[in-house]
């Protein structure tokens, strides 16, 4: 629920192959052996500030954040995030936890006494009550754009593709044991908040910082930091956040999300440009987008951002790729990334692998093993941590 990115550089119409990018990983923390939360995220954070990385607290105590510096090539995210990862899974277990990339608890529900002792999140608790009795995890994508007015216009014409962004990550198909039925409950308990959900429609930043006043003013939001719609600008950075990604189960997952937002970024730039209009998709269609996205992941149908009829998420995926293919091109991008979208079509993304491991485990142990495999793929458990910038 932090954003903890240090400054992005600026960036402009003139010199799109460098938008800057940086990502945000919240993590699970679990016991290796019943799967239950563990409520040790201060001793981790302490353990991995020990080997130079900074992780961040979260609003539960079986949580922490990961965050990037500021990146503008993929394979330099991509170290990044693998010497992340991998340090704070070497923490976890210092700390008797196991690291996971799920975006919810998948062998219990929020455990008492789950709140993070901070004065922001036990006035969060007082206001919004129950709703804070979860456990969610999220990856947060920013993209450098500074000028506020584009960064509004931008996100209109990001709107009709979040639902794609969410099926292609959707890691949160099973909790408590069972399966939900969908491929991110997540999406499905991030809706209890109501400044939540896919972004309206903005004419300008003005509109935008008054529909946060009024949201402030009848209490949906204590602070601006509380804008927790799929697509935001973000409180203190220059930059444009996508929010509305599960936590992808692989550094693959997550290097692939994020060169499909910068490529819908600048992609929506040259159309902002252009003076083109963006899609007036109404939001009662983009919610059930949204939700038919977090029911059926790719393993189904999505709904069309032009047509708004429904098609193979596989097909979705192909229209979000033909979509950005020059922006991807015009960065080295395009090739990896259409090549990344076919294995996790092939293999299965986070929420496949999960009922897979679930029918496959015999015991909470053996399911708790597996997904900590997962989040492991592609890490590099002895490297460094990113150097401070």
Same mark, same amino acid.
């Given at each position: 629920?932090?954003?903890?990115?240090?400054?992005?550089? =600026?960036?402009?119409?003139?010199?799109?192959?460098?938008?800057?990018?940086? !990502?945000?990983?919240?993590?699970?923390? %679990?016991?290796?052996?019943?799967?239950?939360?563990?409520?040790? *995220?201060?001793? $981790?954070?302490?353990?991995? #500030?020990?080997?130079?990385?900074?992780?961040?607290?979260?609003? *539960?105590?079986?949580?922490?954040?990961?965050?990037?510096?500021?990146?503008?090539?993929?394979?330099?995210?991509?170290? &990044?995030? #693998?010497?992340?990862?991998?340090?704070?899974?070497?923490?976890?277990?210092?700390?008797?936890?196991?690291?996971?990339?799920?975006?919810?608890?998948?062998?219990?529900?929020?455990?008492?006494?789950? +709140?993070?002792?901070?004065?922001?999140?036990?006035?969060?608790?007082?206001?919004?009550?129950?709703?804070?009795?979860?456990? /969610?995890? =999220?990856?947060? %994508?920013? /993209?450098?754009?500074?000028?506020?007015? !584009?960064?509004?216009?931008?996100?209109?014409?990001?709107?009709?593709?979040?639902?794609?962004?969410?099926?292609?990550?959707?890691?949160?198909?099973?909790?408590? =044991?069972?399966?939900?039925?969908?491929? *991110?409950?997540?999406?499905?308990?991030?809706?209890?908040?109501?400044?939540?959900?896919?972004?309206?429609?903005?004419?300008?930043?003005?509109?935008?910082?008054?529909?946060?006043?009024?949201?402030?003013?009848?209490?949906?939001?204590?602070?601006?930091?509380? %804008?927790?719609?799929? /697509?935001?600008?973000?409180?203190?950075?220059?930059? +444009?956040?996508?929010? %509305?990604?599960? !936590?992808?189960?692989?550094?693959?997952?997550?290097?692939?999300?994020?060169?499909?937002?910068?490529? +819908? !970024?600048?992609?929506?730039?040259?159309?902002?440009?252009?003076?083109?209009?963006?899609?007036?998709?109404?939001?009662?269609?983009?919610?059930?987008?949204?939700?038919?996205?977090?029911?059926?992941? /790719?393993?189904?149908?999505?709904?069309?951002?032009?047509?708004?009829?429904?098609?193979?998420?596989?097909?979705?995926?192909?229209?979000?790729?033909?979509?950005?293919?020059?922006?991807? &091109?015009?960065?080295?991008?395009?090739?990896?990334?259409?090549?990344?979208? #076919?294995?996790?079509? #092939?293999?299965?993304?986070?929420?496949?692998?999960?009922?897979?491991?679930?029918?496959? *485990?015999?015991?909470?142990?053996?399911? $708790?093993?597996?997904?900590?495999?997962?989040?492991?793929?592609?890490?590099?458990?002895?490297?460094?941590?990113?150097?401070?910038?």
């Amino acid at each position: 629920m932090t954003s903890t990115l240090p400054r992005h550089a =600026g960036s402009d119409r003139d010199d799109l192959r460098v938008l800057t990018m940086g !990502v945000e990983e919240e993590l699970l923390l %679990v016991d290796a052996d019943s799967g239950r939360p563990r409520l040790n *995220s201060t001793d $981790v954070v302490a353990g991995a #500030r020990d080997t130079g990385l900074d992780l961040q607290l979260e609003l *539960s105590r079986c949580q922490v954040e990961t965050a990037t510096s500021v990146c503008t090539r993929i394979d330099e995210l991509r170290q &990044e995030l #693998r010497a992340s990862r991998g340090v704070a899974a070497a923490a976890a277990a210092a700390a008797g936890s196991r690291l996971l990339a799920t975006a919810v608890p998948p062998l219990d529900t929020t455990p008492p006494g789950a +709140l993070t002792d901070a004065a922001r999140y036990r006035r969060m608790a007082r206001h919004f009550g129950a709703v804070t009795d979860q456990v /969610i995890c =999220g990856c947060h %994508v920013h /993209i450098g754009v500074p000028d506020r007015e !584009v960064a509004v216009q931008v996100s209109n014409h990001l709107r009709p593709w979040l639902p794609a962004l969410l099926a292609l990550t959707a890691n949160s198909s099973v909790t408590a =044991g069972a399966d939900t039925g969908y491929a *991110s409950w997540r999406h499905i308990q991030w809706g209890r908040w109501a400044s939540g959900g896919p972004p309206p429609l903005f004419r300008s930043a003005r509109h935008y910082d008054d529909v946060v006043a009024m949201m402030l003013d009848a209490g949906v939001l204590l602070d601006p930091a509380m %804008v927790y719609w799929d /697509i935001r600008l973000s409180p203190h950075l220059p930059t +444009l956040e996508i929010r %509305v990604c599960d !936590v992808p189960a692989t550094i693959e997952e997550t290097v692939t999300a994020a060169a499909l937002v910068r490529g +819908l !970024v600048s992609t929506a730039l040259t159309a902002v440009h252009r003076g083109a209009p963006a899609p007036q998709l109404e939001a009662e269609r983009l919610e059930a987008a949204c939700w038919r996205a977090a029911r059926e992941g /790719i393993d189904g149908y999505g709904m069309d951002p032009l047509t708004q009829r429904p098609v193979p998420a596989a097909r979705l995926l192909g229209s979000l790729l033909a979509h950005v293919r020059t922006g991807l &091109e015009e960065t080295g991008d395009f090739t990896s990334t259409r090549a990344s979208v #076919r294995r996790i079509l #092939r293999r299965g993304n986070g929420a496949r692998r999960q009922r897979r491991a679930l029918a496959a *485990s015999r015991t909470a142990a053996d399911f $708790v093993a597996e997904l900590a495999r997962i989040t492991a793929e592609g890490c590099a458990p002895s490297a460094p941590p990113p150097p401070a910038r």
